[in-house]
Every structure is written in C-alpha cells, then in structure tokens.
C-alpha cells in the first residue's frame, strides 16, 4: 500500500474513532503508524474532521421539531405556540377543533406537510369558540396594525378597500413552529367574523392551494400568496357576503 | 417476526442528525423539518419490515436522502451548485482558525463540494455514518465512498480556507512582536 492509498482509506475514519478497529482500515493504519510523514497527516486530518464534527453538531433544530414529530407519530394535532400567557387553557378546545376539521377531503394533495398542518393548525385557531383569543382588542384597524407591526409579526401591507372601511375586532401575534405570525379580526355587518392569519410563505414549504373560496365544514377559506407572506382568510359569514370583502 | 421498534427513542436519538442533513440538502430549513419529519412518518408505515435496528439508521438518511431527490426531480427547484476546482495545492488550514467558524459557515463550504463528493461528506460529518453505511445509502462500491471522502475533503479544505480568507469580520491578531505594547 503507498502513502497515497493509505491516505484515502484514512480518510474514512470517523473522528469519534468508531472505524479506528475495522480490519478493512488496519493495514492502511498500521502504515500510519510507521511513517511518520503519514501519521503527521492522520493526526491533522483527525483534528481537522473533529472540528467540523463539533461545527456542524453546533446547528440546532428548531425547538420543538422533536416533539412535533412525536406528535405527528401519534396522530395527535399539535396546537400552535404562542407568545402570550392564556393559551394553553385553550389548548383542549383547540384539538377536538383542529382533530375535526383535520379529516376533511385534502384540497391541498401536492402541499408539503408543514403547509397542511400550518392550515389545520390555523383554522383550529380560529375555530375556538365564542372566538379566537386576542392579544388586543380594538374596532380599528389602524390600531391592530401598529400593535402587529410593533411586535415584528407579518401582516398584510393593505387590506382591500371594503375590510378597511369596517370595524375590527381586534389581533393576536403568535409563533407558529417558531415562525412570528398574526391573526387580525374583521367585524362583518351579518355580525360573524373574518379572520386573515398571515405568516411568511416560506414557514410553511409548499403550497399548492386552490384559487378562489371554498368551503369545508361550515367554513369559508382563502389562501393567497403576496410578496412573500401566505394568507390565509377564514369566515363562517355567507359565501357571498365573504367575496364583498375580500374581493379587490 | 420483526421486532416493534421504540419509536420515541429512534426520533430521540436520530431527528438532529437528521434535520442537519436535511439542511444540507434542501438549503432551507423549513423544507429540513419537512423532510425530517417524512422520514419518520415513513418510518412508521415500514417498520414492520425493518428486521435489524442496527441498520435503522441509515435506513432513515436514505430515506431521507431518497425523499429530497424525489422532491428534486418533481420540482426542479434546487440548481446544482458547480465546484470550480482550485487549482492550487491544498491550503492549510491553522485548527485555530478553522474554530472560529461557525456552524452555518461549515455548511456553507460544504455545500460548494462538488455534488459526488458532497453527498458522501454529508452523510459522514452530519450523520456520522461509516463508509460502508455510506455506500449502501448511495449504492456505491466502498473504493468509490473512500476516494469520494478523500477528494471531497480536499475541496471542503479549499473551500473553508476561501471562507477564512474572504470574512470580514475575521480578527487576526499581531504576532506579539508588531503589537503596540511590544513596541
């Protein structure tokens, strides 16, 4: 064996030392042992392969990936995680919602699963009832949208014309999946409430989303995509009296 | 009669490694998580079929490595980066220097590998996997995982030497005998 092969069954050791009593590697490490021009090389090749061992170890998942891929192991809806106190009361009411409205017919086949559980996760969010927790409750819009914007949370640069001349109800910001997202509240003259959840697209992977409304379970939805933010819009206000707002 | 397989101690031992190899594939780290937790739905719908838990593991970076490429190949979104090899002799690299990089840093040179080479070092640094564990995960004889590791090492010493060479932010301290106080 020449100094160059050796090298290149060297390079093959783990820096933990797991391949140092394979019997494919002996030889080539025994060679090591007796040149010492070679095991100079080994023992920066080691050093260098720790290093990037330690570098690359340094990457942290994201919080919280674990146990939602034990969650999703179990078939358990995850409710999403929130900045503010309160939530987790809600919690219970927030899976049997998302757990019911998680069964439906799949629109959105091609989606990537992050998007799929961002969409039962949101529509969960909304469902609880009498209505979603807030974090402020206001009738202006340009009152929720400084309190959005003052907690670095996503939000729509202009909502159409018709939303902005009515009241809201007020917003929230949350994290989802430790994405900061919002969730503001329009007050609809039939009385029921339009929710616009809106987070960065790129949170949620793929979206292969219907155009237009549709309906699932008594709710009417929308997604969009605008310059870089997922939109999604919830009511279980009359299809009708829906498209009038959210129409441009 | 297969085994059940612990599931919670699989996810436990493995979704790090897992995350960070599918970081290194997919460049963004939504798309990482998506992929990590494929693999482990996937996981639970064959694991009847996996009769030895000591080949659990690669298992799971194949599979996960399988997905990326599925996705790949139906999307088109992810350009080949192309290597352009240096030719220069092999830099050195001082470890002190080398350990003030950080994580993202590394994984940026790493991805400036060639493809062939990449694919082998990615399973090697981020999952730890031995070279024969690499070359039933790539299909690839040993010989060829070897000479892919020892190349592919080499471009990844290029590549963080460019890295050191261009950060600004990098400090490099006067040699004690040009320091003020020396003077």
Redesign the interface.
Known sequence: MTREQA???L??L?A?G??DA?P?LQEALELARKDSELGSWLAQ?R???N???E????????EG??E???E??EGTARPIQSWRMGWFALAATIVLAALLLGQKVDLFRGS???FRSFRTDALAMVAVKPGPKLDLETPSLETAEAFIAAHDAPRLDQFPQKLQAIDTAGCRVFLW?QHPASLTCFRLPSGNLLHVVVIRA?????ADMPTGPYSQNGWHLMFQKKAGLLVMWASQAPMEELKQFIET | MAKKID??AI??EH??AL??FG?ALAK????A??L???T??IL?KHQEQIRDPERIKPWLFTTLRREFLRKVRT?AAHPEVEFQPAEHEIPA?E?SA??T???????AALETVEESYRSALEL???G?L??KEISATLGVP?GT???R??RG?EQ??RALATALEGDPHKIIPLPESRSPEAR
């Open positions: 090298k290149e069954c390079s093959a783990r933990s797991a391949d394979d494919t090749q050093e260098f392969d290093i990037l061992v570098k690359f170890a340094s990457i942290s998942p994201p990936l674990k939602i891929i034990l999703t192991l990537s699963r992050l999946r790129d949170a949620v992977g793929r | 599931l919670q996810v436990s979704y790090a995350y960070r970081l963004n780290e939504s798309e998580g998506d990590t937790q494929e482990f739905f639970t999307h690299i470890s080398l350990r990089i950080d994580g993202k840093t590394a994984l090697f640094y981020l730890d031995s070279y040993i995982v070897m000479s590791l020892s090492k990844l010493r």
